[in-house]
């Protein structure tokens, strides 16, 4: 975990939340019970750093999470989510 911490950025607490949440899927465990994190793990934390920083929730997030998993057919939902959060976020850089 302390690895992973320095690898993305992300609190011990926020990593261990988004683990115990689902949002890190498929993390394997080793004989001690301690996480193991691949590259593709990391990956996928950065990722969902990235859409914390665009103000997703973390419903938002695991539903963002399951269309991915569900492969390309996805893709143009995924998109459309982006592009609604991105509207949303240039409305927050008018008000300000």
Do not use: W
């Not at 609190?11 to 593709?40: A, M, W």
């Not at 419903?59 to 592009?83: F, H, W």
């Amino acid at each position: 975990m302390k690895e992973a911490c320095q690898e993305t950025g992300l609190t011990y607490d926020t990593l261990k939340f988004y683990c115990n949440e689902g949002s890190v899927p498929f993390v394997q465990r080793n004989k001690n019970n301690q996480r193991i994190f691949f590259e593709h793990d990391l990956r996928c934390i950065k990722s969902l750093d990235c859409l914390k920083k665009c103000k997703m929730s973390i419903a938002e997030m695991k539903e963002y999470l399951r269309l991915c998993l569900e492969g390309e057919s996805t893709i143009p939902e995924r998109k459309r989510i982006l592009e609604l959060k991105q509207e949303g976020l240039k409305n927050d850089i008018k008000k300000l």
